[in-house]
């Protein structure tokens, strides 16, 4: 490299904010970035090759082009499942769990073929299949448990919150390895939890918005529109079962 650059390659930063910074002249070849937060940003007059993107897109415009819709479209025609994840109506919501529920039972029976102890491995630092589990025991607790049933406090120990948040409110020890009969025997009451709130949803419940959820924890004590709390909690089964299979094709 040229040597006006300052030379920080290999550098690993972690848990840092780079906020309204100016950035110019830099090579990023080969950097990864998991959890990061991509908004406002801007590029001029850069080089983009063999780039790998993994996340939620708004207004993502390339050369003019969003192309988050074309990747909403793309997702669609590969896989109409989906699009069901897409519901506008209380029917829609049943629906789409019916699949979710059907598909994650066909990637566990594929994971029961691993050995148990490669269902703890990590794939490129990504959650393990297990802790894929937990943190979907989290996210019930949270949207629906806390925030559409109105419950403070619906935390199991066994529950993984999402990086950022467990250094701030979270009591329980996050190191822990449970069994996959432990963790799914959890996940069938969470399951159960989510299909007894979707068979009474009307469409008239979803256009409404919750009680202020209380006491400490995420999300934040407030209201949330029905259609959303309950819709995250789709988006988050279907792209981490996504996740879940792409590593265990990786752990086979």
Same mark, same amino acid.
């Given at each position: 490299?040229?040597?006006?650059f300052?030379?920080l ?12 910074a ?6 990023i070849?080969?950097?990864r ?10 590029? &001029?007059g850069?080089?983009?090759?063999d780039?790998?993107?993994?996340g ?7 050369n ?16 109409p499942?989906?699009?069901r994840?897409?519901p506008t ?23 029961? &073929? ?5 269902l703890?491995?990590r ?5 393990s ?6 943190h979907?025991?989290?996210?019930t607790?949270a ?16 529950d993984?919150p ?5 250094d ?9 390895r ?5 963790v799914l ?8 939890t989510?299909?007894r709130?979707l ?11 919750t ?8 999300p934040?004590a407030d ?7 309950l ?5 988050e ?16």
């Amino acid at each position: 490299m040229n040597d006006d650059f300052l030379e920080l390659s290999g550098t690993t930063y972690e848990r840092v904010r780079l906020r309204d910074a100016g950035i110019g002249w830099v090579d990023i070849s080969g950097v990864r970035v998991h959890h990061g937060g991509l908004r406002d940003l801007r590029l &001029r007059g850069v080089e983009i090759e063999d780039v790998e993107i993994d996340g939620e897109l708004r207004n993502v415009v390339i050369n003019g082009i969003d192309v988050a819709p074309l990747v909403e479209a793309e997702m669609a025609r590969r896989d109409p499942d989906y699009a069901r994840t897409r519901p506008t109506d209380a029917e829609g919501y049943r629906d789409a769990w019916d699949m979710l529920e059907q598909r994650w039972a066909e990637t566990v029976a594929r994971a029961r &073929r691993l050995d148990e102890s490669r269902l703890h491995e990590r794939v490129d630092d990504e959650w393990s299949f297990i802790e894929t589990l937990r943190h979907l025991l989290y996210a019930t607790d949270a949207w629906v448990n806390r925030v559409y049933l109105g419950d403070p406090d619906p935390w199991d120990p066994l529950d993984l919150p999402f990086d950022t948040l467990r250094d701030l409110q979270w009591d329980h020890e996050v190191d822990v390895r449970p069994s996959l009969d432990e963790v799914l025997a959890l996940r069938a009451d969470r399951q159960a939890t989510v299909r007894r709130v979707l068979a009474d949803l009307t469409d008239e419940d979803l256009a409404g918005t919750t009680t202020p959820v209380e006491g400490r924890g995420w999300p934040p004590a407030d209201g949330y529109s029905v259609s959303e709390a309950l819709w995250i909690i789709l988006n988050e089964e279907y792209h981490h079962r996504r996740y879940a299979e792409r590593d265990l094709a990786r752990l086979t």
